[in-house]
């Protein structure tokens, strides 16, 4: 988990500070749940007036990396930044999409 790992930021173009995928299930109307994850990358462009990513983007900042000192309050926040990850519903119908092609046998 360093900074060059971190796929570009999908909203600006730059470089992630780290990416996580985060589970994501889905309730179809007809009741059936689908279950999936999404990619989500911090962005210290995109991220930083966000309340629970500012402190992340700011240990890396401090830190560079993670360490073995480090590791527990890395930790911490990036499970602050998850949870409060919001997925916008255009990424919920992509995922629906790729559930239904992957039943279907397209992919
Ligand atoms: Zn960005």
């Known amino acids: 988990m ?3 790992h971190a796929p570009a930021c999908p909203r600006c173009g730059g470089d992630g500070l780290l990416a996580a995928r985060v589970p994501h299930n ?12 999404t990619q ?5 462009g995109c ?3 966000q309340p629970a990513a500012g402190p992340l983007i700011t240990y890396f ?5 993670v360490n ?3 590791v527990a309050q890395c930790a911490d926040l990036i499970h602050t930044w998850v949870a ?9 119908e992509q995922i ?7 039943r279907s046998g397209d992919l």
Do not use: K
């Open 2 to 4: 360093s900074a060059a």
């Open 26 to 37: 889905i309730e179809r109307p007809d009741g059936h749940l689908v279950r999936g994850t």
């Open 40 to 44: 989500v990358v911090l962005c210290p």
């Open 47 to 49: 991220d930083a007036d």
């Open 61 to 65: 900042h401090v830190h560079g990396q």
């Open 68 to 70: 073995d000192d480090t």
């Open 84 to 92: 409060s990850i919001h997925i916008p519903p255009a990424d919920i």
């Open 96 to 102: 629906d999409a790729e559930a239904e092609a992957w």
